[in-house]
C-alpha cells in the first residue's frame, strides 16, 4: 500500500507504522490487524502514486497471514476486502479537526478469494547417461513452482528408485538432435504408465521425471492436457527466476492444464502454436502507472516484478513470471480439482470381465508413418475402473472429431470387429526441433479373436500391426525379501509359443496399490529398492510380460513388508546459510508418509536459537515467517510421525547475521523520530506486550548510538511501561 506525505511543516523524513484490516464477507479476520514487514519513508505527493507502488522504500508491504487465505470452497468464492490505516496512533503528530480522515485506503474492489487445490506431484529419477538426479533439491524447487501458480500447496511423494533401464538410458540431451528428440519422447511415452497404473487416490496427480542439474541442452518437455513432464532440476536461477528448475516445471505443468506457448521470444517452426494473449511480453498492461497494471510479487526474493519487465511463464523471454492469464487458467483447473488432492485411498479396480488394451505409440503428422509401441492386452479387473471409464467417456467424446485417429480391429478373415476413436497428443519441449509425430495413448477395449489393428487418420491406415493367436508363458521362479535392506529379488521364466520377443513390466504392490518400477524391460530378474514404497503385510511382486499385444500376468505370493516411516524435508533456507537481518523469508515444513501421503501425518517443527518458537498440527505443512527473528545460531526441527506412530525427524542449521547499523548525520533529540538520518536505518519491531510490537530504529553517528523507539503507549497513573536496549560487545 502506497501513503504520502501531502503537507510537511516539520522537515525531516517520517516512517509511521500503518495497519492492514482484512474482512472475508464482512467478518473482520482474526489477527486483524497485521503490520507491514518494512518500515518505508513516506515522500512528499506525487504525480504518479501508481509507480511509486513498485518501490518498496515508498510503500507497506503486507504479508497475509495463511488463515486468512484458507478458505476451501473452490465453487463458492468469498470477498476479501482489505482496509489500511497509517499512522493510526498518530506517531506522527497530524493536525487537523480530524487527522485520520485521509489516512484510510481500501481496496479499489474486494478481492474474489477461491479455494485452491492442493495438486499431487510424484518425483521421480529418471536413469541417463550422467547422473541419477536425487531428492536434496524437491523441497525448494517445489516451493519455487507454487510461488509460481494457484494452488494452496503440493501432496508431495518421491519415487524411491531411479525409473528406466540400467542397460538403455534415457539419452535425453544428446548432442544429436534427432536422439535428443526420440529419447525425449520414449522417457515420456514410458512416464505415462505412472498415470495409467496410479499408485493411489491423489486426484490431480503429476509425474514429475527429473533429470540432474549437469544435464545438458535440456530444460524440459511436456505434452499438452497429460499428467506427466521430464524437469532439468536445475537449483540455479532460470530466466531471472530462482530455483530455475522450479520455474521450468511450472511452465510444463501449464502444458499439462492445457496452456500453450505465449509469443514472446524465439520459438522453433513446430512450437508456434500460440494462446491468445492481448500482452505477449508483459504481464499485462505495460504500463505501471496504470491502474490496471499487474504486478508480480516474488515471496521468495522479496521482490517485486513490474509488468513490462517480464513476460508470461508459458513464453520463451528472457525474463519470466506468470501473467494474470496464466494464473486465472490455471485457477479454473486446480480450483475443480478435489481440495485436499485425493484421499490416498486404494485405486479401485474394474469390475469387468472382459481384456483391454494399452495402445501406444506414434502418428507421423503430414504423412502416412508411424508405429506401435510394446501394447499390453490386460484383463479389466486389473485395471483401475477409474481410469478405464475416463478412456471409454475419451472415445466417445472424440467420436464426431474428424481430426481423431481411429482404431480399427479385425479378425482372422478381415472382418471388421470395432472402431474406436484416438486421441493424439503433440509435445511441447525447449529443445524438439525435428520431432514430426504425434503420440498417442489409450487404454481402448480388445475385441474377442482381433488378428489385426490397424490405425487410421484421414481414412487411410498409417500403422498396422498383427496379433499372434498365442500369448506368452511366464512364470515367477524367486522371490527374496531382504528386510534389513529393504529390497526384494525378483526372477521369473517366460518363452512365447509363437517365437515373438518379449518385454516385460515390473510391478510392486503393497495392497490394491501397483508401482510400476520397470517398464519394456528386457531382463528377467530384477531387485526391486523398497525403502520408499509402502509397507503391507500384502505385498507382492507382478510381473507383466508382452509379445508386443498379447500378455500374461504372473504374480508372487504375498509376503510382508515393514511399514515405513514419513519423510519429513526442510524448505526456504539452506544448511548453514546465512542470512541478512529481517530478510523475508520462511522456513516450511512439510513430511510424506508412503503409506498415508501429506495429510495425515503429525508434525512439529521447534526452532532453537535466540528467538525461540514451537509448531504443531495435523497438518501437511508448517510454515514459519523468519523475518523476525534476531540476530544469531538457530537450528530448525521438523519432527514427522505417521498415523503408525513411526517417526522421523530433519534439522537446518542457519544463521540471522547481525544488525547492520548505518552511519548518518545525528538526529535531533526532540522527541520525534523524523530524521533524515534514519531513513536507512534498520527497523526492529520489539514485543511489547503479548503480540503487539513496537518499531524501533537504530543509527551511528560519531561516536554515539542513536535509538529511536515509535508508537510507544502512555503508562496509567500506577501502571509504568519501561523499554530498554541491551547491547552486547
Not at 119 to 138: A, H, K, M, N, Q
Not at 300 to 306: D, K, R, T
Not at 629 to 643: F, M, V
Request: charged letters at 20%; hydrophobic letters at 35%; glycine letters at 8%.
Amino acid at each position: 500500500g502506497y501513503a504520502y506525505v501531502r503537507t510537511n511543516t516539520a522537515g525531516g523524513s517520517w516512517q509511521p507504522d500503518a495497519h492492514l484490516y482484512g474482512y472475508l464477507n464482512d467478518q473482520l479476520l482474526p489477527g486483524s490487524p497485521i503490520e507491514p514487514v518494512n518500515r518505508p519513508t513516506l515522500e512528499s505527493f506525487k504525480s504518479l502514486p501508481q509507480r511509486r507502488i513498485l518501490n518498496t522504500s515508498f510503500s507497506y508491504l503486507f504479508e497475509l497471514p495463511d488463515t486468512w487465505m484458507d478458505y476451501g470452497d473452490p465453487l463458492v468464492p468469498a470477498r476479501l476486502q482489505l482496509k489500511m490505516v497509517v499512522n493510526e496512533d498518530l506517531d506522527v503528530a497530524e493536525t487537523g479537526v480530524e487527522p485520520l480522515a485521509n489516512n484510510v485506503v481500501w481496496l479499489r474492489n474486494p478481492a474474489t478469494v477461491i479455494g485452491k487445490g492442493r495438486p499431487g506431484l510424484t518425483f521421480i529419477p529418471l536413469i541417463t547417461p550422467g547422473p541419477t538426479c536425487g531428492f536434496e533439491d524437491v523441497p525448494d524447487l517445489a516451493e519455487r513452482a507454487r510461488s509460481l501458480m494457484p494452488v494452496a500447496d503440493w501432496m508431495i511423494s518421491e519415487f524411491p528408485a531411479p525409473f528406466g533401464d540400467p542397460e538403455d538410458p534415457y539419452a535425453i540431451g544428446s548432442e544429436d538432435p534427432d536422439t535428443d528428440d526420440a529419447e525425449q519422447t520414449r522417457a515420456l511415452d514410458d512416464l505415462e504408465d505412472f498415470s495409467w497404473f496410479p499408485c493411489g487416490d491423489w486426484g490431480d496427480q503429476h509425474y514429475v521425471g527429473m533429470l540432474h542439474e549437469s544435464t545438458p541442452n535440456f530444460a524440459g518437455v511436456t505434452r499438452r492436457n497429460q499428467a506427466m513432464a521430464i524437469v532439468h532440476m536445475d537449483p540455479d536461477s532460470y530466466k531471472s527466476i530462482s530455483h530455475g528448475g522450479g520455474a521450468i516445471l511450472a511452465h510444463e505443468l501449464g502444458h499439462g492444464y492445457g496452456r500453450q506457448h505465449v509469443n514472446c521470444g524465439n520459438f522453433p517452426a513446430d512450437q508456434q502454436n500460440f494462446d491468445l494473449v492481448l500482452y505477449t511480453c508483459s504481464l499485462g498492461v505495460p504500463d505501471d502507472v496504470s491502474p490496471d497494471a499487474y504486478v508480480g510479487w516474488d515471496y521468495l526474493e522479496s521482490g517485486i516484478i513490474a509488468p513490462e519487465s517480464a513476460a508470461d511463464i508459458m513464453s520463451y523471454a528472457s525474463s519470466l513470471w506468470p501473467s494474470h492469464v496464466y494464473w486465472n487458467a490455471l485457477l479454473e483447473r486446480t480450483a475443480r480439482a478435489p481440495v485436499g488432492a485425493g484421499s490416498g485411498d486404494d485405486p479401485q479396480p474394474g469390475g469387468g470381465t472382459g481384456n483391454v488394451l494399452l495402445l501406444q505409440g506414434r502418428l507421423g503428422r503430414s504423412e502416412p508413418s508411424g508405429f506401435f509401441r510394446p501394447l499390453y492386452a490386460l484383463p479389466e479387473d486389473l485395471l483401475p475402473a477409474d481410469r478405464l471409464a475416463q478412456a471409454r467417456e475419451l472415445a466417445a467424446s472424440l467420436a464426431k472429431d474428424a481430426s481423431a485417429a481411429l482404431l480399427r480391429q479385425l479378425d482372422a478373415r478381415g472382418t471388421l470387429l470395432s472402431e474406436i476413436p484416438i486421441a493424439v497428443s503433440e509435445a511441447h519441449s525447449e529443445e524438439v526441433r525435428r520431432l514430426h509425430f504425434d503420440t498417442f495413448s489409450q487404454w481402448v477395449d480388445l475385441a474377442p479373436d482381433v488378428r489385426t489393428l490397424q490405425l487410421l487418420r484421414n481414412n487411410q491406415v498409417w500403422i498396422e500391426r498383427f496379433v499372434s493367436p498365442h500369448p506368452p508363458i511366464l512364470t515367477i521362479s524367486t522371490v527374496n525379501v531382504d528386510q534389513a535392506a529393504q529390497s526384494v529379488y525378483v526372477r521369473w521364466k517366460a518363452e512365447d509359443p509363437d517365437g515373438d520377443p518379449l518385454r516385460f513390466l515390473v510391478q510392486y504392490g503393497a495392497g490394491s496399490r501397483w508401482f510400476t518400477i520397470r517398464k519394456n524391460y528386457r531382463g528377467l530378474e530384477d531387485t526391486i529398492d523398497a525403502r520408499g514404497l509402502p509397507g503391507s503385510s500384502e505385498t507382492r511382486v507382478r510381473i507383466i510380460a508382452t509379445d508386443g499385444v498379447q500378455t500374461a500376468v504372473a504374480t508372487s505370493e504375498p509376503f510382508a513388508m515393514s511399514n515405513q516411516p514419513p519423510r519429513p524435508t526442510l524448505s526456504g533456507v539452506k544448511e548453514r546459510q546465512r542470512l541478512p537481518f529481517g530478510e523475508t523469508r520462511v522456513l516450511r515444513g512439510h513430511a510424506f508418509d508412503p503409506e498415508t501421503g501429506t495429510s495425515s501425518n503429525t508434525l512439529a517443527l521447534s526452532l532453537t536459537g535466540p528467538s525461540p518458537s514451537t509448531q504443531t498440527g495435523l497438518v501437511a505443512a508448517l510454515s514459519l515467517p523468519l523475518q523476525s527473528l534476531s540476530p544469531g545460531a538457530y537450528t530448525a526441527t521438523l519432527d514427522a510421525t505417521d498415523p503408525a506412530g513411526q517417526t522421523a525427524r530433519v534439522t537446518r542449521q542457519f544463521d540471522i547475521l547481525p544488525i547492520t547499523i548505518p552511519d548518518g548525520s545525528a538526529p535531533t533529540l526532540d522527541g520525534l523520530s523524523n530524521d533524515n538520518g534514519y531513513t536507512n536505518a534498520p527497523l526492529v519491531r520489539v514485543v511489547w506486550a503479548a503480540q503487539d510490537t513496537i518499531p524501533v530504529r537504530l543509527l551511528h553517528s560519531g561516536s554515539n548510538l542513536f535509538v529511536s523507539f515509535s508508537n510507544l503507549k502512555y503508562g496509567g497513573v500506577r501502571a509504568s511501561r519501561q523499554v530498554g536496549l541491551r547491547v552486547e560487545v
